[in-house]
């Protein structure tokens, strides 16, 4: 299996070309239902019903399952809409995807504006249904991520607060898994009254002599002191601060490099494989590069993979120049 390279085609038939336990981790993000058609026949998201969307999803993340290590894991971000709202057409098609503005010609200006059964204004609840299909597809539920946005869209909406968070879920093909908790602890908030466990640190190396502290708060080395300084760490909480960045090259919404960074740290070690299925523009091969993972892509439309070619050769040349 060829790594660092994008496949084009449809990510449930490249799956199934992949050899089983290939693959260490999965971080991606799917296209969002109903909100934007992406110009290509076989996509996924202008399913006529979220039960076929959910369930489309689950078959691509069991061929994942097959393709995963047994200490594989998957992060998985999607967003969630609202019954009844967002489906009015535009000509603008270079606006993100979280903006609900389809092509006025596209499938998705004619899907139904509410789920059956649900009555308008209500929201979907996506993200959860598809995480509850996959862990009743036998895939362990590990954790809920809220990816916090301070620069969230602003909304016209005076009946409700403005939305300004998605879901990544933390997804284990079996309950022993790999993962790095000390690649990506965070800084201990000041006065927190707990600190963890042996994340206590002084500004001078133990090494250099008998160690003895006194009651000011110093440590004494062979003669010399050493200003006592807490060196404060504890394990990453589920809600991650990151703001959205656009690229101007790209025509849709894009991860933003800071959210996939804990993702890949944790869950893939040095050399081993990420897996985006749903590749888009790249970014998830780029942060794999850049810590020393190998990468593996799929996406269907190639005008995309065009973008995330460049994208990705640019970031090989500054990866070259760094050494």
Known sequence: METNKIYQGNCLDVLKTLPNASC?????????????????????????????????????????????????????????????SGKGATKDKGQPKHKYIPDPKSIATTLPKSPAGLSPKNLIGIPWRVAFALQADGWILRSDVVWNKPNAMPESVRDRPTKAHEYIFLLAKNQSYY???????????????????????????????????????????????????????????????????????????????????????????????????????????????????RYLGIELNPAYIKIAENYLSGVQMELLNEL
Not at 179 to 185: C, L, Q
Not at 210 to 219: C, E, F, I, M
Not at 228 to 253: G, M
């Open 24 to 84: 260490q981790t999965v971080v991606t993000s799917p296209p969002y239902y109903g909100l934007r058609d992406y110009g290509v026949d076989g996509q996924l998201g202008l399913e006529e019903t979220v039960e076929e969307y959910v369930s489309n999803l689950v078959k691509v993340f069991r061929e994942v399952r097959r393709v995963l290590k047994d200490d594989g894991t998957v992060w998985l971000n999607l967003g969630d809409s609202y019954a009844g």
């Open 179 to 293: 993962y790095d908790n000390d690649a990506i602890k965070e800084k201990a908030v000041d006065g927190d009254p707990n600190p963890p466990r042996g994340s206590r640190g002084v500004t001078s190396s133990p090494n250099l002599g008998t160690r003895k502290q006194d009651l000011l708060g110093k440590r004494t080395y062979s003669g010399f002191n050493a200003r006592y300084k807490p060196l404060l760490k504890r394990n990453k909480r589920t809600v991650w601060t990151v703001a959205t960045r656009p690229r101007k090259e790209a025509h849709f919404a894009t991860f933003p490099e800071q959210l996939i960074e804990p993702c890949v740290l944790s869950s893939c070690p040095e050399e081993g494989v990420v897996l985006d299925p749903f590749f888009g523009a790249g970014t998830t091969g780029k942060v794999a590069m850049r810590f020393n993972r």
